[in-house]
């Protein structure tokens, strides 16, 4: 069933793969762009951000279903936190309101999970709030880690990892998701209700448990061909790590005080509870597959 699909955030990396699926099914894509983009066959972008009411008014405008994927992974402050993830849910909840539009697919984080950890988790859970307060038929996914390619937030341990060296967080696990993956749930999940209709899901690549850091950069080492050594950071240095970085690339800055809050949190992995249904959704790209994989696109970009 082709389906009028309004999305947010379908120019960044867990975006783009989601629109591509979606005009790959014969879907009807309505995307929100900020800068100029190239036309597709059964796509119209709309000119504007979530600020903007008009243009929320005119992305959701006749929509089956929205995908809420936008959101801000890095900001210099709260402030930033909250204008990008907090009220740009909540405009983009009012336009849909406003249309009558009512199936909302929000893409949250594991983070909304800790929101005293972090300004990232602390809005993340807020915007959760305003979408479960909305009265729409909304269904949350939390995504762990997501890596494949095009990704750039995990490309330094990829570097590193080039280099035989990986510096990682402190003791602690992590589930991971890989993109396509992820956007294969988000799709269908656009495309059915009844079962998933006001369910929170955490879903992962299936590893029982997650994957301890040390096993993470190893698996790194594996996907780039080269044996690593990985060293456990304590907080206190990847502390002294952010504030170099944001002495060097000021607002730019990848290593912030927030990011090591949330990056030394010992348990980032799914919980089995929140899984989607097995007859719903499963993962079907194997971790050390996807990585490898993430690996040759970033060596055919000329980035490793």
Known sequence: MSLRIAMTGATGFVGAETLNQALAAGHHVTAITRRAQPPRARLKWVPGSLGDRAALNTLVRDADVVIHIAGVVNAPDRDGFEAGNARGTMALVDAMR?????????????????????DYGWSK?????????????????????????????MLELFRMARRGIMLLPPGGRLSLIEVSDLSRL?????????????????????????????????????????????????SWVLGLGARLDRMLRGKGAKLTQDRVSYFCHPDWVVTKRKQPPKRLWQPQVATEDGLKATAEAYRVKGWI
């Open 98 to 118: 406003q249309r009558g539009v009512r199936r909302l697919i929000h893409v949250s984080s594991l983070a909304a999970r800790e929101p005293d950890l972090s």
């Open 186 to 234: 988000l799709l269908t999940l656009a495309a059915e209700k009844e079962e998933s209709l006001a369910h929170c899901y955490e879903a992962d690549d299936g590893t029982p448990g997650g994957w301890d850091h040390i096993e993470f950069g190893q698996a790194i080492g594996r996907a780039v061909g080269r044996s690593v050594r990985t060293f456990s950071t304590p």
């Open 125 to 153: 859970e807020m915007a959760e709030r305003h979408v479960k307060a909305s009265g729409l038929d909304w269904t949350i996914v939390r995504p762990p880690a997501i890596y494949g390619p095009g990704d750039r937030e």
